[in-house]
């Protein structure tokens, strides 16, 4: 794989910048994840996926198939160049809410409890009153009072009823959400639905996340969706979400192998598939906290182990996002504003990425989430924006003029311009700004909370649902749960 002849792509300059591996580094990374894959090999849980392997020459091994460096090698050549430009602005994207947490916190009691279709109805509503979004996701996964009779396509019915955002799934079909157990039918349905109230017939009208198992599997249920998106043309995201000592080798550098390793597995499978279907990559994977046995996402070692991942998916010239404002506290605290502050805009100083992916709302290691810490999240998304793209300053013109004024007034208040001021300041509706006065009305701890509280109620009070026309909602009205039908 180092051999600059055996594909063009890798040998493509990087954009400069800061960087925590040389070239070397990740040169021997993708040796080692070449060597694993043909040496050791990577299981396929279906018959389908064996066979299309044997047909183009790889060896399996019982559900195991070492894939040699040819097929690599060819799967990268078919592999799209990677789209988009460069444009030298650095920010920080909210991608949609909650990742797809089970579970959520009551805003009343502070206490985690099973995701309810309420809460989803809720998540949707904030996510369409703001202008940060740029996907919509069933973030609440797997909800409570989803009676529809498929429920994973009642939640992409939901999603479809209640955002006109495009869907960027990290929710997948499995045996147990979909009617019948019948995952690849429900996989494609899904789609379609998606495609006929998007009213698109072939451009790529969704994405999706797709996670192998570690250590080195894709089992069935993975594969019937990866299946399903390449028949559909539909964008693929393989998201490996592999845990140090646990899933994955002990060291950081070994986990980062053993996932660029399954990863490129998945690409040489979705181009035997169809050639030149492009694949995307993003990483989950961090470090086990042995104290609890559970993973540690609001950590250095997560951000090590992701920029690892990503510097060498550049090396390889293929698509991948890094993702942030992660927590493991179960607290809107001291610990989860740095957490997800670190994770948000860290790698800009670690790494030459651009742009960091983020999910307002999510806390407790991925398994929670809180409408609290959502609007907490989005005030840091916006406030390291405006540290990481500046401001559009200007010279006053009249700034002579008012100093002058200034000695007899004592003040800029009656001689200065309020939309100048408002042009070039933000004051925030929701931190704590008001220093050590007390207001006796509220505490001081409850500041934050009552501001949050003013803006959920202001949000989902100034929500309109998206314009469906009649056929859509009848179409949309087979899938829905009960509580979210027209």
């Known amino acids: 794989m180092s051999d600059p002849n055996c594909n063009e792509k890798q040998i493509k300059p990087d954009q400069k910048g800061p960087a925590l591996l040389d070239r070397q580094t990740i040169a021997s990374i993708t040796d080692q994840a070449a060597d694993i894959l043909a040496d050791i090999g990577v299981a396929f849980e279906t018959q389908r996926a064996r066979d299309l392997f044997t047909k183009h020459g790889a060896t399996v091994h019982g559900k195991r198939v070492k894939i040699p460096a040819s097929l690599l090698e060819q799967a990268l050549k078919n592999l799209p160049e990677p789209t988009g430009t460069l444009t030298g602005k650095k920010r920080v994207t909210a991608s949609s809410p909650f990742g797809n947490a089970p579970m959520i ?53 939901m999603m ?169 506290s179960r607290e809107n605290d001291y610990q989860s504003g740095f957490e997800s502050c670190m994770t948000a805009l860290a790698p800009f100083s670690l790494t030459s990425v651009q742009e960091v992916f983020c999910s307002p709302g999510l806390m407790a290691s991925f398994a929670g989430a809180g409408f609290t810490k959502m609007i907490l999240d989005e005030e840091m998304v916006i406030s390291c924006n405006r540290l990481l793209q500046g401001l559009d300053l200007s010279m006053d013109p009249l700034l002579k003029d008012k100093l002058k004024k200034s000695l007899d007034t004592g003040s800029f208040l009656s001689i200065g311009s309020a939309a100048l001021y408002r042009k070039e300041q933000r004051v925030t509706r929701i931190f704590d700004k008001t220093g050590i006065r007390m207001d006796p009305h509220t505490s001081q701890k409850g500041y934050v909370a009552d501001n949050v509280s003013r803006e959920i109620e202001k949000r989902c009070a100034a929500y309109v649902l998206p314009a469906r026309s009649k056929t859509q909602k009848n179409l949309l009205q087979k899938y829905l749960p009960t509580p979210c039908k027209y």
Not at 108 to 118: H, K, L, Y
Not at 282 to 296: A, C, E, F, G, Y
């Open 160 to 328: 479809l009823k209640y955002s006109d955002r495009r869907p960027a799934i990290g929710l997948r079909a499995t045996r147990s959400n979909t009617r019948h157990g019948d995952v690849r039918f429900s996989a494609k349905k899904a789609i379609h639905l998606i495609k006929e109230i998007k009213e698109a017939d072939t451009l790529p009208v969704m994405a999706q996340g797709i996670c192998p198992m570690a250590p080195l599997s894709y089992d069935e249920e993975c594969l019937m969706n990866l299946e399903a998106l390449v028949e559909e043309a539909q964008d693929i995201t393989i998201i490996p979400c592999t845990l140090t000592f646990m899933t994955g080798p002990e060291s950081l550098m070994g986990t980062v192998i053993h996932d660029i390793a399954i990863s490129l597995a998945g690409i040489v499978y979705v181009q035997l598939l169809k050639p030149g279907t492009g694949v995307s990559f993003s990483s989950s994977s961090t470090m086990t906290d042995l104290k609890t046995m559970q993973p540690s996402y609001g950590s250095p070692e997560y951000l090590y182990s992701q920029i690892m991942f990503y510097e060498v998916c550049r090396y390889l010239q293929i698509k991948c996002t890094l993702c942030g404002c992660l927590s493991d």
């Open 105 to 157: 916190q009551d805003v009343n009691t502070g206490q985690f409890r099973r995701g309810t279709i309420a809460d989803a109805v809720t998540m949707y509503q904030l996510a369409e009153t703001s202008d940060l979004y740029a996907s919509a996701n069933p973030g609440v996964a797997d909800p409570q009072g989803n009676d529809s009779e498929d429920p994973f396509l009642g939640q992409i019915a």
